[in-house]
């Protein structure tokens, strides 16, 4: 008996499960089919469900057509059943989330009662009001107006400009010739041929496949050219972009159509054909510059014979980004850039004002092939860091006059470290500690290291405004490494900026500008950076072996370790005084006289040249720094010899033509 009891209980529950059933004639039956259908739409799914005239697979069918250009599945909840004999109506509630935005409504839905069971009255405006009969629903996206980036005085950096998209239309071609036509315009346009043609092949009948967009017409890339391919077309638009197509690239990044990868990294806040930042501050501040899209749920109809209309189910309004305002002067950054544009290894000029710490160019040339050198670059600084020095040797009593050894070489724990090739004999011997800078004497300064602490170079480095957090900086920079700790040949390196000494070529402008300014001087780029997403940080890269830096936020090495707080014991005006003393002793006494034929304000400067490598002679960066009046500048160039004959000329350059 008990298992016929068990036996009969489990197909009642299984017929339930099939059909909308009456449990009696009365309100729970009714209330109970409701919310099984409310379920089954819920899941996208009324195959199992008893449908009045309309067969439940057809209408499942329909379901699906009509809902399936919506990408989502929505939460539907049944109201209040209204009975009235055989018949019971009720509200179906429906919520879905359409990209950022939520879309609800109600519709009627209406249940008759056959025998036991109650079966739905299908009809289109039960699954949306006003839906009609052949339409189905889809999502148009409304795209936000991507933010601004300024420059200096509000100067739009990147704004809307026209372009040219180019590629191949479909709509303009049979589909056999789809293919030809994709080789032809990849060969004319520089892209992977067999890459190319695959997406033409992949996208749809009606598509339009973008393979460049061009900010004008080239001698290259004609018009012509373009429209002599079958299927060739090229659509006026327009493109948030900077006035050139390398300007500060490195820097502010660029924006473009979202890769595979970024939309699956977003976590659904990027759908195919958004637009998104790659690289730079672009990335950096993208879901703030992006804003938000707004979207509509149109209706369309696929019954032959009927006219597409325009009917809108729902629309939300979008949100523009923000504009992101910078630091940059649009000139200077231009004219730091025209002067990397021959250099060919990796380069970079920075430009600072000292009485703000306003980055106004963070250039990265040419040879960078895309590298932010200017701002995450890591390289030994060489004897520009002979100012940090020279600061540690004044808080230990010396003066630019006071007498310090400089002979032609010294050697420490069996290292012998000599002078650069050509060191004038007249500066040799017991000189002046101005004329040990101006000509900058490595033994003069390696001899120091046992009155100078690694720990005093760390302090000194920091009171300079190196190697410490740059809170109103708003964007990802290498700030410079200063070891605490160093004992023998590591500590006599460091001494003239080498061992494991870094510093980016923003560091090195800082510190020139942190002696101009008579006080630490913390750098500012972005100045609404309070704007940061949540997590943003500074980046952090590990040199390879030649020198270069790549990123590596995974390194334990002493460049990756965190900036330090500000320095406690920052530099003084009257020491400022003093080093800014000896740096102008560089330009008239010293190897950059060169700079001596600078208009405006004297200048006073600092080169440097670092050693790096294995090889024998060693290969070598050039630096150079100096202040112009309100203005602090640093030159690199990776591989590039010696300080003053490479850099200097560029820097020369620079500082005449910025007036």
């Known amino acids: 008996m008990g298992k016929a009891r068990t036996l009969i209980i489990g197909l009642a529950t299984i017929v339930m499960a099939g059909s909308l059933t009456a449990c009696d004639d009365g309100r729970s039956g009714a209330e109970g089919a409701a919310k099984q259908l409310a379920s089954s739409l819920s899941a996208l799914d009324v195959g199992q469900l008893t449908v009045a005239g309309k067969d439940a697979g057809a209408a499942n069918e329909e379901l699906k057509a009509v809902f399936e250009g919506l990408d989502a599945k929505p939460a539907v909840e049944s109201g209040q059943v209204k009975l009235d004999g055989d018949t019971a109506t009720f509200p179906l509630n429906y919520s879905w989330n359409i990209g950022s935005a939520k879309w609800e409504y109600s519709s009627e839905a209406t249940l008759k009662k056959s025998g036991d069971k109650w079966a739905v009255q299908w009809s289109p405006t039960l699954l949306a009001p006003e839906l009609s009969d052949g339409e189905t629903l889809s999502v148009k996206t409304v795209p936000a107006q991507r933010g601004q980036i300024l420059g200096a005085g509000d100067a739009p950096i990147v704004e809307d400009r026209p372009v040219f998209r180019v590629g191949i239309d479909k709509t303009k071609i049979p589909a056999e010739q789809a293919d030809a036509s994709a080789?032809?315009?990849?060969?004319?346009?520089?892209?992977?041929?067999?890459?190319?043609?695959?997406?033409?092949?992949?996208?749809?009948?009606?598509?339009?496949?973008?393979?460049?967009?061009?900010?004008?017409?080239?001698?290259?890339?004609?018009?012509?050219?373009?429209?002599?391919?079958?299927?060739?077309?090229?659509?006026?638009?327009?493109?948030?972009?900077?006035?050139?197509?390398?300007?500060?690239?490195?820097?502010?990044?660029?924006?473009?159509?979202?890769?595979?990868?970024?939309?699956?990294?977003?976590?659904?806040?990027?759908?195919?054909?958004?637009?998104?930042?790659?690289?730079?501050?672009?990335?950096?501040?993208?879901?703030?510059?992006?804003?938000?899209?707004?979207?509509?749920?149109?209706?369309?109809?696929?019954?032959?014979?009927?006219?597409?209309?325009?009917?809108?189910?729902?629309?939300?309004?979008?949100?523009?980004?923000?504009?992101?305002?910078?630091?940059?002067?649009?000139?200077?950054?231009?004219?730091?850039?025209?002067?990397?544009?021959?250099?060919?290894?990796?380069?970079?000029?920075?430009?600072?004002?000292?009485?703000?710490?306003?980055?106004?160019?963070?250039?990265?040339?040419?040879?960078?092939?895309?590298?932010?050198?200017?701002?995450?670059?890591?390289?030994?600084?060489?004897?520009?860091?002979?100012?940090?020095?020279?600061?540690?040797?004044?808080?230990?009593?010396?003066?630019?006059?006071?007498?310090?050894?400089?002979?032609?070489?010294?050697?420490?724990?069996?290292?012998?470290?000599?002078?650069?090739?050509?060191?004038?004999?007249?500066?040799?011997?017991?000189?002046?500690?101005?004329?040990?800078?101006?000509?900058?004497?490595?033994?003069?300064?390696?001899?120091?290291?046992?009155?100078?602490?690694?720990?005093?170079?760390?302090?000194?480095?920091?009171?300079?405004?190196?190697?410490?957090?740059?809170?109103?900086?708003?964007?990802?920079?290498?700030?410079?490494?200063?070891?605490?700790?160093?004992?023998?040949?590591?500590?006599?390196?460091?001494?003239?900026?080498?061992?494991?000494?870094?510093?980016?070529?923003?560091?090195?402008?800082?510190?020139?500008?942190?002696?101009?300014?008579?006080?630490?001087?913390?750098?500012?780029?972005?100045?609404?950076?309070?704007?940061?997403?949540?997590?943003?940080?500074?980046?952090?890269?590990?040199?390879?072996?030649?020198?270069s830096a790549t990123p590596s936020p995974d390194s334990a090495s002493a460049s990756a370790l965190p900036a330090s707080p500000a320095s406690t014991k920052p530099i003084t005006k009257e020491e400022a005084a003093s080093l800014a003393d000896m740096m102008r002793a560089v330009v008239t006494s010293g190897h950059a006289g060169f700079l001596a034929s600078v208009p405006g304000a004297p200048v006073g400067a600092k080169t440097g040249t670092a050693e790096f490598g294995n090889e024998n002679p060693p290969k070598t960066h050039a630096w150079i720094v100096a202040t112009h009046g309100d203005l602090a500048v640093a030159v690199f160039v990776e591989d590039g010899g010696l300080g003053a004959t490479t850099s200097g000329p560029l820097l020369k350059s620079f500082l005449t033509a910025a007036g």
């Open 183 to 547: 080789r032809a315009m990849a060969a004319l346009l520089g892209l992977d041929v067999e890459e190319y043609a695959k997406q033409v092949a992949a996208s749809g009948p009606q598509a339009f496949v973008e393979g460049l967009v061009l900010r004008a017409y080239t001698p290259e890339i004609t018009e012509a050219k373009i429209q002599a391919i079958p299927g060739g077309s090229s659509i006026l638009d327009s493109m948030a972009l900077a006035p050139t197509r390398t300007f500060a690239r490195a820097l502010l990044g660029s924006v473009g159509q979202a890769s595979a990868e970024q939309i699956e990294k977003s976590n659904g806040a990027l759908r195919a054909g958004d637009t998104t930042g790659t690289g730079g501050l672009q990335q950096k501040y993208d879901t703030l510059l992006r804003g938000k899209d707004g979207v509509e749920v149109i209706a369309s109809a696929k019954t032959e014979g009927q006219t597409p209309g325009t009917k809108v189910f729902f629309s939300s309004l979008p949100a523009p980004g923000i504009t992101l305002k910078t630091t940059l002067d649009l000139k200077l950054q231009q004219l730091a850039e025209e002067t990397l544009a021959g250099v060919g290894p990796a380069s970079a000029i920075v430009a600072l004002r000292p009485s703000t710490g306003a980055v106004l160019a963070a250039a990265s040339g040419p040879g960078s092939n895309g590298y932010n050198t200017a701002m995450l670059g890591q390289y030994a600084p060489g004897s520009t860091f002979k100012m940090v020095d020279s600061l540690a040797m004044f808080r230990n009593g010396a003066t630019p006059d006071s007498k310090v050894e400089c002979p032609p070489t010294v050697t420490v724990d069996g290292r012998t470290f000599k002078n650069a090739e050509g060191y004038p004999e007249s500066s040799l011997g017991s000189v002046a500690l101005r004329d040990a800078f101006a000509h900058s004497c490595n033994t003069a300064f390696i001899n120091a290291r046992d009155t100078v602490s690694q720990d005093q170079l760390e302090s000194a480095a920091q009171a300079l405004g190196v190697a410490v957090e740059a809170p109103k900086l708003g964007a990802d920079a290498f700030l410079g490494s200063v070891p605490g700790s160093a004992e023998g040949t590591e500590h006599a390196a460091s001494m003239i900026g080498q061992g494991k000494v870094l510093f980016s070529p923003l560091s090195a402008a800082v510190m020139a500008a942190s002696v101009a300014n008579g006080a630490p001087v913390s750098p500012q780029l972005v100045l609404n950076a309070d704007a940061v997403p949540a997590g943003a940080a500074t980046s952090s890269a590990t040199p390879t072996e030649s020198g």
